[in-house]
């Protein structure tokens, strides 16, 4: 089973099965609370899925640092749930706003000759709305375990790991949800405790279209710090 697994995401990434499409997603959250879940993204605290409630939403983006005048491009859904990709000049600390809609994002990249000096965030609504994803200072890249699977296709989720440092420990929560309300469900767990562990996947985790996934920790040492990887596979089901 897991040759032909590995057979057809080595096929995948290299683009030659226009159904299949391999994602590697990671995430970090440098600062765990041991008072409750949160979501393995930079920007801390549970993910706020329910600002994307009501239909496909306005984006803006700023950087807290002036100097940053490249390009960023974002990654998400669309109005309609297909995936969409949008590039864009941002004006350092000067609001701009994308010209798409979007329902999700869940990757964004920054561009230039020397790397993003300042914090870059993406809002929902206005440039003071809520964060929904965050480019770190010097990292020119969003840390974000979660995803939404684009409509009709189905995701494989082949494997995940989970990471923390010396002295740091963690109860890591692999959840999904396949429709807005719901709740996120328990999919899988591990017990980190300043290791790395990575579980495979004996048969792939089926992800239907329009499932949000989201990668929550618990610590019971606050500040604690984990990094997660996972990889899945995306097939087009549409005709």
């Known amino acids: 089973m897991h040759e032909i697994i590995e057979r057809i995401a080595i096929t995948a990434t290299r683009g030659s099965l226009a159904a299949y499409k391999h994602i590697h997603k990671f995430g970090l959250n440098p600062a765990l609370s041991s008072g409750g879940y949160e979501s393995v993204w930079y920007t801390g605290g549970i993910y706020p899925w329910t600002a ?61 000759g020397i790397g993003n000096l300042g914090n ?26 979660i995803y939404t699977v684009p409509l009709g296709h189905t995701g494989y989720i082949l494997n995940y790991t989970g990471s923390c440092g010396k002295n740091d420990d963690a109860t890591l929560e692999l959840r999904t949800r396949e429709a807005a309300g719901e709740a996120f469900r328990l999919k899988s767990e591990m017990f980190l405790y300043q290791s790395a562990f990575r579980h495979m996947f004996a048969v792939p985790l089926v992800v239907p279209a329009l499932t949000d996934i989201d990668f929550r920790a618990i610590t019971t040492s606050a500040g604690s710090k984990i990094a997660v990887n996972f990889d899945i596979i995306i097939v087009d089901g549409r005709p």
């Open 52 to 112: 994307w409630d009501g239909g496909p939403k306005t984006l803006f983006v700023k950087s807290s640092s002036s100097s940053d005048n490249g390009i960023i491009t974002v990654v998400g859904l669309d109005s309609n749930w297909n995936e969409l990709t949008e590039t864009h000049t941002i004006t350092g600390t000067s609001p701009i706003q994308l010209v798409n809609q979007f329902r999700r994002i869940f990757r964004a990249l920054y561009t230039d």
């Open 120 to 145: 870059i965030t993406f809002h929902i609504g206005t440039s003071t709305g809520t964060v929904v994803a965050n480019i770190a200072a010097d990292i020119a890249q969003t840390q974000m375990a």
